[in-house]
């Protein structure tokens, strides 16, 4: 399968073989729709900010749980998941690219800048 917008091109292959085309065929709408959104508009950015306690998508030292699949659902709409933390400006201003900020869960007080 070709999914094609102007000059940007998406392939998704199932293949040949019954078995193995069966089980990629059991996920043909999610595949289409991802790569239909990543043909028809542009890639967005979302930042999670770091540093003070906040969930991330890697294992939580303190027992809480993930926002792994929160980070996959974002990219399912064609979204970049990005952290965001002082070292990367986050005390300073929000990137240019950024187009939603999230504060998911800290533990601690941000600072006022």
Request: charged share 35%.
């Amino acid at each position: 399968m070709v999914l094609r917008v102007g000059e940007k091109t998406e392939t998704y292959d199932v293949g040949t073989d019954i078995d193995k085309a069966a089980k990629k065929l059991r996920k043909l709408d999610e595949e289409v729709h991802k790569r239909l959104l990543k043909v028809s508009k542009p890639q967005l950015v979302a930042y999670v900010t770091t540093g003070h306690g906040e969930r991330d998508w890697a294992k939580m030292e303190d027992g809480r749980p993930t926002i792994k699949d929160l980070r996959t659902l974002i990219r399912l709409y064609n979204y970049k998941v990005k952290r965001l933390g002082l070292a990367d400006g986050l005390a300073s201003e929000i990137p240019d690219d950024a187009s939603v900020v999230m504060i998911v869960g800290p533990t601690s007080e941000l600072l006022d800048e």
